[in-house]
């Protein structure tokens, strides 16, 4: 909210200077986003009397205008229609300054030498009224700045309000917080309404939802609707609203000053004086001032006319036909108190926020529903003309009690890790409005019905916590003595996995798991979680692989003609729920992605990246995790070439998959070619089993190295004969490594030939040549038994 | 020999020497030369064997004057072999250019958010906090309900939630705050305790400069008897010094409000680039706003059981793009989310 100074001014001196106010403002949590001067360039600017009009003689849209400036008269080109002799003007002399820092000269405008202008309100900066140079009080002395005259020397503050402080959305209430923190007089002074027998009539009120409507009080005026004085003007104008009527004008002001927002009817386009709260019905219609036509829900509560005719939409926005307007003579003037949750429900519903439901929604003063009414009657009369019919209606059933809430001094205290006294709590709290009884030890508090906010002890600590400043508050740090700080083995893991990759030379990448639908189906076939309120369909599904991130992180970099890459992400990815939960799961994985050329020369030639590159990688974490028993299993992968794709097995359960981007998925998305992806699931592999840390002794003899090349079909994998071959062998196999493939015509179609290295060592012993030969003769048939040939 | 042939034969065996070691043509022929005139067979050898049959008058005469042979020769050879060695390394052709660099990039690096994220979680492991984690979609309770927002509470529409399909309408979300993850640490774990929880979250907005829908918090949680305000305060503070690296850090605080801390307040350190002169990165205010903190409301102890008379607690959570965005002077949040390879590796 934006609170003028010398609003608050009416209420306490705030005579602190402006970087005071500020910060008190601040440490009160009335957080002040901005300080403005809205006429702070306006320098110059006199009380002028217009003496006489003159024709332009040579345009017609022109005049002059003789004016009086109290020390001296000059002649002014005007543009402005609605000036006439006798009007008393903002006037703007040659060498004065308007807002943007723009300053006047004497020049000749078609002719005619102007010396200075006269100023519209905009001109001066005060909002947007453009209509008309700004017709100043008459009785405003000649030759005088303007600048106390119409309130430029203000200051205002634009306030941010936390929801829970409703009575700070008003001048009041801010002043008040300012007169407690710089010890000040705080007054607000009770309306005075002369009432008019001349008007009686009776209004009766019916409300049918009191739980929705604790309280409705309705009076009733004859007003003359018109424009409303300058002062109110300016002020709303500062406070950011703008002027409509002085009838309207009056609503708003009393809303901004006391938090409780009003509403005028039009008396005589009810449809008979009386006024019926209720909840609609289903299916029912009205048309809200905005012009937008409202299909209500049982839920939503109305303000009616005695033939139950909607005219409001209770606390949100008026509606109807009974608006006030220029033609209006009597109004019927609401003021209640309307329960929060329903307001903040059908505003949520309807999607209408204005300047009342926010503050019905934060809670309102139900205590003060009656001299907010009185404050508006009062401006009424002196603004509009008004005759205010004496009495009120005012239906409050059942009033709305405030708890008495026990403070502890010691609670305070063991809160805020102060050593306050109770006549010092009792000095923070008082200020505040809140009535306080008891002994310094034990209060017995009663909050002001203003502070919907304040129910419970800690609310009332909180309280003096503002009042003392957090700066009184020490500097202390507990040590936890239960527990040592450590992080868990997953997140030693997940460190150990990331490092692992960075050393194998990709660069981490974090993506946004909100994806589209065909992003996330170019990788998975499974049906994504999706998000019910998305703002575009690029983010409207969570991402089940963490593929498509990678993809459009290759995309990026490639679009800017960073086509070599080697990126990797670790994170959650979203699956659908378990038939009996609620939640997706989410378990975490790391993928990688890499594309284009591995870079080797000048020293040897680059070359395409390709599959083996990406088993590196993946092989890179699972060392780092000391994953065992794992076996890559060639197999079909949505988004992965068909034939260049292999799946994970970590003891014969899937952990993840690995291959070649799918060409199609390349093009789609201009990725630079070759892309080759894995992607491991972390969830899964926690529950792989690991290598066995029991130490083994190294032998101390010499290895016997063995070569054996075969010619296999190519249905045999690789790994398929590795493990056959280390079966073989036993214990004696340090290592068994194929290190050749090699295919051609003299080994037959749908054949190839491969070459293994093993690393025979015994623990104890040199082995003889014999023993190497029986062992070199088991491995060949067991080869043999995966239909492979022995090269001669 | 008597001492007069010896010396003599030293004399003369100098010269003829130095002219061998001058002439030798290669490291081989070096070597043989050396062998010749300072090996068992040279006349330093030979002297040395008559030394024997001298008196012991003659003997220290003789000694040095072998001592002195031996010394002039040996570093005759050592001149030669340096200037074979140039001559011999010259013929090798021209040295490797190791400037040429190595076969490829070495090593890959953290993203930075991560890096912050290690760095914020290894401060608080050495002040004894465990790391806490919680799913990223939410039910209504953890992410509102039990943090005291009920439905239709005004501080719901302080975040722009993303809603999933799944229960009932609202009622399963991604998570607009890590903290919900409080919420399950305190379903899970009886007090005292002491975590934080990073972890990523989420808002309906649409990426862009400033804006992202998703993005990364941590949250610290501490809970045990007799905690206080200003134990809050000095623990953020002792935070930021880690954070900052500079022990004049101070905080401040001002009062602000999140339903599920009571009394709150949101908090600023003072700038470490300008020390509080004013600069770009603090607005010319001297102060850095990190995010919101407070004492954990009764309310929400009563919601997961904890006693709110025996046990008191504390909350406090920021951003990690945030403090990466103020430590490097990155202006656009979108930048983390790019992944742009030449940021990846800046970092
Ligand atoms: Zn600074």
Request: aromatic residues 6%.
């Amino acid at each position: 909210m934006r609170a003028p100074l010398s609003w608050i001014r009416d209420f306490t001196p705030a005579d602190a200077p402006i970087d005071e106010i500020v910060a008190a403002l601040n440490q009160l949590g009335l957080e002040v986003d901005a300080v403005e001067e809205p006429g702070r360039e306006v320098r110059g600017v006199r009380v002028a009397r217009i003496l006489e009009v003159l024709p332009h003689p040579d345009a017609d849209k022109l005049q002059l205008a003789d004016v009086d400036f109290g020390d001296g008269q000059t002649r002014v080109v005007c543009g402005a229609p609605n000036i006439a002799a006798g009007m008393v003007v903002p006037f703007a002399p040659s060498g004065a300054t308007l807002p943007g820092g723009f300053t006047l000269e004497r020049r000749k405008i078609r002719g005619q030498v102007s010396d200075g202008m006269l100023c519209s309100a905009k001109e001066l900066g005060l909002g947007d009224d453009h209509s008309g140079i700004l017709a100043l009080a008459p009785d405003a002395v000649l030759g005088d700045d303007v600048r106390p005259l119409l309130g430029l020397d203000d200051v205002v503050f634009d306030l941010a309000i936390t929801p829970n402080r409703p009575d700070a959305m008003g001048i009041v209430g801010v002043a008040r917080e300012l007169a407690a923190h710089f010890r000040q007089p705080f007054t607000v002074p009770d309306p005075v309404v002369v009432t008019d027998p001349g008007v009686a009539i009776t209004v009766p009120v019916l409300i049918e939802a009191p739980d929705r409507c604790p309280r409705y009080l309705a009076r009733v005026a004859e007003v003359t609707v018109g424009p409303s004085p300058e002062w109110m003007r300016a002020r709303l104008l500062k406070a950011g609203v703008r002027s409509i009527s002085n009838v309207v004008d009056v609503t708003n002001y009393v809303l901004l000053e006391r938090n409780q927002p009003l509403h005028a009817f039009d008396l005589d386009r009810l449809a008979g004086p009386g006024i019926v709260v209720r909840t609609a019905t289903a299916g029912e219609r009205m048309t809200t001032l905005d012009g937008v036509e409202r299909e209500l829900e049982p839920t939503d509560l109305l303000i009616c006319d005695a033939d139950r005719a909607p005219q409001a939409l209770a606390g949100i926005m008026g509606g109807g036909d009974s608006e006030v307007g220029p033609t209006t003579t009597r109004i019927l003037l609401e003021s209640a108190y309307f329960e929060r949750m329903g307001i903040a429900r059908t505003s949520k519903r309807v999607k209408l926020r204005s300047e009342s439901s926010a503050r019905f929604e934060r809670g309102t003063d139900p205590d003060g529903v009656a001299v907010a009414a009185d404050r508006a009657l009062e401006l009424l009369v002196a603004v509009a003309a008004a005759r205010v019919a004496p009495g009120s209606v005012d239906e409050y059933p059942a009033p709305v009690v405030r708890p008495t809430i026990t403070v502890r001094t010691a609670k305070v205290n063991a809160v805020l890790g102060t050593t306050l006294s109770g006549a010092e709590v009792r000095e923070a709290l008082a200020p505040l409005g809140i009535d306080l009884a008891g002994d310094g030890e034990v209060f017995e508090a009663v909050p002001p019905s203003f502070r919907p906010d304040l129910d419970r002890e800690i609310d009332l600590v909180e309280e003096v916590a503002r009042r003392i400043g957090f700066a009184a508050i020490g500097r202390t740090v507990p040590k936890p003595e239960h527990q040592v700080g450590a992080l868990s083995r997953r997140q030693r893991d997940r460190r150990l996995v990331a490092d692992a990759l960075v050393g194998a030379g990709y660069s981490e990448a974090v993506t946004i798991p909100l994806v589209s639908p065909e992003a996330v189906a170019r990788f998975s076939d499974a049906p994504p979680v999706v998000v019910a309120n998305p703002l575009r369909s690029e983010e409207s599904v969570l991402r089940s692989t963490l593929l498509p991130g990678l993809a459009a992180v290759a995309a990026h970099n490639g679009a800017r003609g960073l086509a070599d890459l080697a990126v990797f992400e670790l994170g959650r990815v979203f699956l659908r729920p378990d038939p009996d939960a609620l939640l997706p799961r989410e378990p975490e994985c790391v993928a990688g992605l890499r594309t284009g050329t591995v870079r080797r020369t000048p020293v040897e030639p680059d070359r395409p990246v390709d599959a083996h590159d990406a088993v590196d990688a993946l092989r890179s974490v699972l060392d780092a995790l000391g994953t065992d028993a794992v076996r890559i299993e060639a197999a079909p992968v949505v988004g992965l070439d068909p034939v260049a794709s292999a799946r994970v097995l970590a003891d014969g359960h899937p952990v993840g998959v690995v291959g070649v981007v799918d060409p199609r998925v390349v093009d789609a998305l201009g990725l630079a070619s070759p892309a080759v992806a894995f992607e491991l699931d972390l969830d899964a592999l926690a529950a792989a089993p690991t290598r066995d840390r029991q130490f083994r002794s190294v032998s101390p003899f010499p290895p016997s190295n063995v070569d054996l090349a075969f010619v296999v079909p190519d249905t045999t994998a690789a790994a398929d004969l590795v493990a056959a071959l280390s079966g073989a062998v036993g214990p004696l196999a340090e290592s068994v490594r194929c290190f050749d493939e090699f295919r051609g015509e003299s080994l037959g179609p749908d054949r190839r030939s491969l070459a293994f290295a093993l690393r025979l060592r015994a623990p104890d012993r040199t082995l003889t040549d014999s023993e190497v030969a029986e062992v070199r003769e088991r491995a060949i048939t067991a080869a043999g038994a995966l239909g492979a040939v022995l090269r001669g | 020999m008597n001492l007069a042939d010896a010396l003599a034969l030293l004399e003369r065996s100098a010269a003829e020497a130095a002219a061998a070691v001058v002439g030798a043509a290669s490291l081989d022929d070096l070597a043989s030369v050396e062998r010749d005139w300072l090996g068992k067979r040279s006349p330093a050898t030979a002297v040395n064997e008559a030394i024997k049959t001298f008196g012991p008058d003659e003997r220290p005469r003789a000694g040095q004057a072998v001592g002195a042979y031996r010394a002039a020769v040996t570093d005759a050879v050592a001149v030669r072999r340096s200037e074979l060695e140039a001559a011999a390394a010259a013929d090798r052709g021209p040295g490797l250019d190791l400037t040429l660099g190595g076969h490829g990039a070495v090593r890959g690096h953290l993203h930075l958010v991560t890096q912050i994220r290690r760095e914020l979680e290894d401060i608080f492991v050495g002040l004894g906090y465990r790391i806490a984690e919680g799913p990223e979609v939410e039910d209504d309770w953890h992410n509102f309900e039990a943090l005291n927002i009920p439905p239709a509470h005004p501080a719901r529409s302080m975040q722009d939630t993303l809603y999933i399909e799944l229960g009932r309408p609202e009622q399963v979300m991604l998570r607009t705050h890590t903290s919900p993850v409080q919420i399950r640490t305190m379903e899970t774990q009886e007090p005292p305790i002491y975590v934080v929880a990073p972890g990523r979250t989420y808002r309906n907005e649409t990426l862009d400069a400033r804006h992202s829908p998703a993005f990364h918090q941590m949250e610290c949680l501490a809970v045990d008897r007799g905690l206080t305000m200003a134990d809050l305060f000095g623990t953020i503070e002792a935070f930021a010094k880690r954070l900052f690296d500079d022990e004049s850090v101070r905080t401040r605080f001002r009062s602000d409000f999140f339903p599920y801390t009571e009394p709150s307040a949101e908090l600023a350190v003072s700038c470490v680039f300008c020390h509080q002169r004013g600069c770009r990165v603090c607005s010319h205010t001297g102060w850095i706003e990190l995010g919101g903190c407070g004492m954990v409301d009764p309310n929400v102890f009563v919601q997961v059981g904890i006693d709110p008379e025996e046990w008191q607690g504390f909350a406090f959570g920021f951003g990690l793009e945030r403090i990466a965005m103020i430590r490097y002077g990155i202006d656009e949040i979108r930048t983390f989310f790019d992944n742009d390879q030449r940021f990846l590796e800046q970092y």
